[in-house]
């Protein structure tokens, strides 16, 4: 049986509404590089420095870094697993160069690499901050109540994790 003209036409506008995502997804690679340049410049600052930085500062220098890093990365696997997912498959020919998860994340996948990723900022940040505590009360950048919050927010994300995983366990046992 036939669909109406009207449904027909309908259903055609609504897949087409999908590429209404793809200037958010343009929005990403100008966020992506936006972390670049923020990346390049913590990166120029620091090098800057090498000769006479403390070890620690070097640890922070490199935490602040991969930081920028996870969070890029982050960018990308959304980026790509979103367009993917929402909007359109890429027909390139990239000379076997594509990243082999690409083509592969559906939205579970995303969902799980997106909150492994915040955990992996969260528990990085975190550790910053452990590092910046300094030897005096007077020194130190954040207050024992400050501290206290932010490992309460970092275990949320952790357990959050954790229960999101636990959903796609019971949800894939359920469907076999």
């Known amino acids: 049986m036939t669909k ?3 449904e027909r036409r309908f259903e055609t506008f609504l897949f ?3 590429w209404l995502m793809a200037p958010m997804y343009l929005g990403l690679v100008v966020t992506l590089g936006m972390i670049v340049v923020v990346f390049l410049r913590q990166l120029w600052y620091y090098a800057a420095q ?3 930085m403390s070890v620690e500062t070097a ?3 490199a935490l602040t870094l991969i930081d920028l890093t996870l969070a890029a990365n982050l960018l990308l696997i959304v980026l790509f697993a979103g367009y993917e997912n929402f909007v359109s498959k890429f027909d390139i020919d990239d000379g076997g160069d594509r990243p082999g998860w690409m083509g592969t994340v559906d939205f579970a996948g995303l ?3 997106l909150i492994a990723s915040i955990v992996a900022i969260s528990g990085i940040h975190l550790l910053k901050i452990f590092m910046e505590i300094g030897d005096s009360v007077e020194g130190a950048r954040f207050g024992q109540t400050e501290l ?6 970092h275990l949320t994300f952790v357990v959050s994790g954790l229960l999101m995983a636990a959903m796609d366990y019971l949800t894939a046992r359920a469907d076999h």
């Open 4 to 6: 109406p003209g009207i």
């Open 16 to 18: 087409a509404s999908r």
């Open 111 to 113: 969902k799980m690499k």
């Open 59 to 61: 640890i922070l220098a």
């Open 148 to 153: 206290f919050w932010f490992v309460v927010i």
């Open 50 to 52: 090498a000769m006479t």
